[in-house]
């Protein structure tokens, strides 16, 4: 049997997925040693990316729970997404691996507070045609802004990239993400991720994470892409 990016785009969308790109294994040649998705999985000749857009009132709560509680949420749809993905793809004969979308880190330095996700899914989304990494180093795409959540599958398919966005741009001169920080985390298009953990989580009672601030994404005039 055999699979087309046509027919996996459109299960994609079928099943819940806002958008879906793919990119060839040949695209992450300048990946960092150890983070390749040929390192998580040898037979990979295709990334596949899928987003969905999270409901756009979720961020502009004063209290910061309903944004955790979305958040989290987010999550767990991605990765029904990739799931579903994975299964449609072994339906046709090709096999793969699910890219977990958060955690668990398999690299995390705890002095730093620095991890590092088994391939980086910002990055393969970029890859894969579905838009840019901002000044803020959030994803952003075109029609969705940096209200989307990533997941990807690694699949031992050939298939047909997609072409990769050069039209997007953070607006001319702004900074309005390095101004908002208020740990002054974001330098240089790079996160401290130190500062920017100490100042936007904390634990609630019993032990939960909570999301503390997300001025950069929230003020970010790409917040809503085209739709704003």
Sequence with gaps: ????????????????????????????????????????????????????????????????????????????????????????????????????????????????????????????AVKAGLGIIGKSTIFINRDYGNMVYLGAILIDAQLESDSLVTDLACPPGCNICVKSCAQQAILDGTVNQKLCREGSFFKAGRGWDIYNCNACRRLCPLRLGSRG
Excluded at 36 to 56: E, I, L
Excluded at 106 to 121: A, N, Q
């Design 1 to 124: 049997m055999s699979l087309s990016s046509v027919e996996l785009k459109e299960f994609a969308t079928s099943v819940g997925a806002t958008g879906c790109g793919v990119a060839s294994v040949d695209r992450f040649e300048d990946a960092p040693e150890g983070f390749s998705p040929k390192d998580v999985y040898s037979k990979c000749r295709s990334v596949v990316v899928v987003f969905r857009s999270m409901p756009s009132g979720a961020i502009l709560a004063e209290n910061p729970v309903p944004y955790s509680h979305a958040s989290f949420k987010m999550y767990e749809e991605i990765d029904r997404l990739s799931m579903e993905l994975l299964r449609f793809c072994e339906s046709r004969g090709v096999n793969g691996v699910i890219i977990p979308p958060q955690v668990p880190y398999l690299h995390w330095d705890e002095e730093k507070l620095h991890g590092r996700g088994i391939i980086s899914l910002k990055h393969a």
